[in-house]
């Protein structure tokens, strides 16, 4: 990104009033730097296939896809995933379900970010967490995969850790040797009942990532 911003500014430069060469930024090359600074991917993590849609590990597609329904957007079959177009208060929210499958979600993020020349500042990615009571948010800047598949490929694929997270509880509420059999289970009678006003909070997260920043967002929203 550094790199690609500086390759922008090494076009003809025009004298200042100080007498020094400066730069000179054409009308065309601001606006691609005001559009890239301004353009989010939000990228829900789950398993396509309708076995999956209400599963506890497919909560990243239910949060982006709550915030598609609420917004009157709708997702088209693109390129490694489903996307979706959002506008907000002047920033642009791509909204992306990976149809890559949880262990080969980085490809689709690599995808995207290229395409849409978007930093990595700029993402986030929305995951289940077992490590977490139910409904609990914890939003964090970088971190490791903490045995999440879906992380770990991206992880992986990026060559870095450095990227927003937003990590959604499910709690570990299953008998030793059903972790799989939980994480891929629907959700309770309880869950369920709870769930819309977890998706909602879900969906003003997202906004204020783009809109008020990450330091502002894990402050306002963290923990609860």
């Given at each position: 990104?550094?790199?690609?911003?500086?390759?922008?500014?090494?076009?003809?430069?025009?004298?200042?009033?100080?007498?020094?060469?400066?730069?000179?930024?054409?009308?065309?090359?601001?606006?691609?730097?005001?559009?890239v600074s301004n353009?989010?991917?939000?990228?829900?993590?789950?398993?396509?296939?309708?076995?999956?849609?209400?599963?506890?590990?497919?909560?990243?597609?239910?949060?982006?896809?709550?915030?598609?329904?609420?917004?009157?957007?709708?997702?088209?079959?693109?390129?490694?995933?489903?996307?979706?177009?959002?506008?907000?208060?002047?920033?642009?929210?791509?909204?992306?379900?990976?149809?890559?499958?949880?262990?080969?979600?980085?490809?689709?993020?690599?995808?995207?970010?290229?395409?849409?020349?978007?930093?990595?500042?700029?993402?986030?990615?929305?995951?289940?967490?077992?490590?977490?009571?139910?409904?609990?948010?914890?939003?964090?800047?970088?971190?490791?995969?903490?045995?999440?598949?879906?992380?770990?490929?991206?992880?992986?694929?990026?060559?870095?850790?450095?990227?927003?997270?937003?990590?959604?509880?499910?709690?570990?509420?299953?008998?030793?040797?059903?972790?799989?059999?939980?994480?891929?289970?629907?959700?309770?009678?309880?869950?369920?009942?709870?769930?819309?006003?977890?998706?909602?909070?879900?969906?003003?997260?997202?906004?204020s990532f783009g809109?008020?920043?990450?330091?502002?967002?894990?402050?306002?929203?963290?923990?609860?």
């Amino acid at each position: 990104m550094i790199k690609w911003i500086s390759n922008l500014f090494s076009s003809p430069k025009t004298e200042d009033n100080t007498g020094c060469m400066k730069p000179e930024v054409h009308e065309h090359q601001k606006n691609n730097i005001e559009s890239v600074s301004n353009k989010f991917l939000i990228v829900g993590l789950g398993n396509i296939g309708a076995e999956y849609v209400n599963t506890r590990h497919n909560i990243g597609f239910k949060i982006v896809d709550f915030l598609a329904r609420k917004e009157g957007v709708s997702f088209e079959t693109v390129k490694l995933g489903a996307l979706a177009e959002y506008k907000f208060k002047g920033r642009t929210f791509l909204l992306l379900k990976p149809n890559t499958y949880m262990n080969l979600s980085g490809k689709a993020v690599q995808y995207w970010m290229d395409k849409q020349n978007i930093p990595l500042e700029n993402i986030l990615v929305i995951t289940d967490d077992l490590n977490l009571s139910f409904g609990t948010i914890r939003i964090r800047q970088k971190g490791s995969d903490g045995g999440h598949n879906g992380l770990k490929n991206i992880n992986l694929v990026l060559n870095t850790q450095n990227y927003a997270r937003f990590r959604f509880g499910i709690s570990d509420e299953f008998k030793k040797g059903k972790q799989v059999d939980y994480v891929l289970g629907d959700w309770d009678d309880v869950e369920k009942t709870a769930l819309p006003e977890r998706l909602e909070l879900a969906s003003e997260i997202i906004k204020s990532f783009g809109t008020a920043g990450l330091e502002n967002t894990m402050t306002a929203f963290n923990g609860k």
